[in-house]
C-alpha cells in the first residue's frame, strides 16, 4: 500500500497569501494518478486536481497541482476567503489510498 | 448532471452487516466506463478508500477490508451498493459514495450518510 504524507498538517495563512501544500509518497505514482480535493466542514470533498496537474472541471486557476514520482504539490496562489478548508491527496493508481489532509486556516 | 445520494440505515449493531445504497441520477450507471467507488470517513479523521466497481462488474477493495466488503451493481434499478459485513465501533464514519472516470480522480461525489454502529 502506498502511504502518502501531507504536511503541514495545518497551514495558517492570511487572505491573498500563497499557499503551498505537500504529499509525499512512500512509493512512485503510478501514471501519474495523483489528485487533490478540497472538503469543507459537514461536506463531501470537492476534486480540484487529477493527473498531478489538471484541474477539474470549474477550478479556479489559482489552484495549481505539480510533481512527479513521490513527492507532490499543490498551490494556491491567491487565498480567497473560500480557500480556508482541508485539502487531501489522493493516489489512485493501483490500490488508493489518501493523504491524512492538510488544514489551511485563517491567520 | 449526474448526482449520486447514498441511502441506508443510521446505526447498525456491533457482528451485523452494513448495507448501503448509492442511487445514481441524471444519468445511466452503465453508461460512459465509470468507476463507481465507496470511501468513508470517521470523524474528524482522514478519508478511507473502501473499493470501486467498474461497469463491466470488476471490483477492487481496500486489502484491509477485503474480508468483509462486497460492492455490487444493479442496473434495473440505477444504483450501486456496498456490503461490510462484522462491524465493530471502528466501522462508525460518514460514508460517501462517488464517481471516477478513467484516469481521473473522484469527480462527483454523493452529500455522505452517517453511519453508527453502536448496540
Known amino acids: 500500500e502506498i502511504v502518502l504524507t501531507q504536511s503541514p498538517g495545518t497551514l495558517s495563512l492570511s487572505p491573498g497569501e500563497r499557499a503551498t501544500l505537500s504529499c509525499r509518497a512512500s512509493?512512485?505514482?503510478?501514471?501519474?494518478?495523483l489528485a487533490w480535493y478540497q472538503q469543507k466542514p459537514g461536506q463531501a470533498p470537492r476534486l480540484l486536481i487529477y493527473?498531478?496537474?489538471s484541474r477539474a472541471t470549474g477550478i479556479p486557476d489559482r489552484f495549481s497541482g505539480s510533481g512527479s514520482g513521490t513527492d507532490f504539490t499543490l498551490t494556491i496562489s491567491r487565498l480567497e476567503p473560500e480557500d480556508f478548508a482541508v485539502y487531501y491527496c489522493?493516489?489512485?493508481?493501483?490500490?488508493?489510498?489518501f493523504g491524512q489532509g492538510t488544514k489551511v486556516e485563517i491567520k | 448532471q449526474v448526482q449520486l445520494q447514498e441511502s441506508g440505515p443510521g446505526l447498525v449493531k456491533p457482528s451485523q452487516t452494513l448495507s448501503l445504497t448509492c442511487t445514481v441520477s441524471?444519468?445511466?450507471?452503465?453508461?460512459?466506463?465509470?468507476?463507481w467507488s465507496w470511501i468513508r470517513q470517521p470523524a474528524g479523521q482522514a478519508l478511507e478508500w473502501i473499493g470501486r466497481?467498474?461497469?463491466?462488474?470488476?471490483?477492487d477493495y481496500n486489502a484491509s477490508l477485503k474480508s468483509r466488503v462486497t460492492i455490487s451493481l444493479d442496473t434495473s434499478k440505477n444504483h450501486f451498493s456496498l456490503e461490510l459485513s462484522s462491524v465493530t465501533a471502528a466501522d462508525t464514519a460518514v460514508y460517501y459514495c462517488?464517481?471516477?472516470?478513467?484516469?481521473?480522480?473522484?469527480?462527483?461525489w454523493g452529500q455522505g450518510t452517517t453511519v453508527t454502529v453502536s448496540s
Open positions: 493527473g498531478i496537474s
Open positions: 441524471g444519468g445511466s450507471i452503465s453508461s460512459g466506463g465509470y468507476f
Open positions: 466497481l467498474y461497469t463491466s462488474g470488476t471490483t
Open positions: 512509493q512512485s505514482v503510478s501514471r501519474n494518478y
Open positions: 462517488a464517481r471516477a472516470p478513467p484516469y481521473y480522480g473522484l469527480d462527483v
Open positions: 489522493h493516489q489512485y493508481g493501483g490500490s488508493q489510498t
